[in-house]
Nanobody
């Protein structure tokens, strides 16, 4: 099992920045890739970004490309999501997830964190 704990969410004004962190523990070697997803009220959970622990694979949703950066610190078993130029449409609960294979769809992720709220005010 892999345990994931997110942190770093909060309230920020439009145009501002936040950095989310996701600390992984347990059988972390069983996850190949890490992803960030988000779910706005009344909407489905959607893909934001993914990265492999090796750094060989990296992918962003079009809606965040150029504004968000996903990265890992393998020594700390931590994945980050740097979010810049935030706008109210980015408001959502952000989830960290781990997958045993490279994936950009939620259904292929076996491990999930509890989520952290990001609210962007206009």
């Amino acid at each position: 099992q892999v345990q994931l704990v997110e942190s770093g969410g909060g309230l920020v004004q439009a145009g501002g920045s936040l950095r989310l962190s996701c600390a992984a523990s347990g059988r972390t070697f069983s996850s190949y890739a890490m992803g960030w997803f988000r779910q706005a009220p009344g909407k489905e959970r959607v893909f934001v970004a993914a990265i492999s622990w090796s750094g060989d694979n990296l992918y962003y949703a079009n809606s965040v490309k150029g504004r968000f950066t996903i990265s890992t610190d393998n020594a700390k078993n931590t994945v980050y999501l740097q979010m810049n130029s935030l706008n109210p449409e980015d408001t959502a609960v952000y989830y960290c997830a781990g997958s045993r294979r490279w994936a950009v769809v939620a259904g292929l992720y076996a491990y999930w964190g509890q989520g952290t709220q990001v609210t962007v005010s206009s």
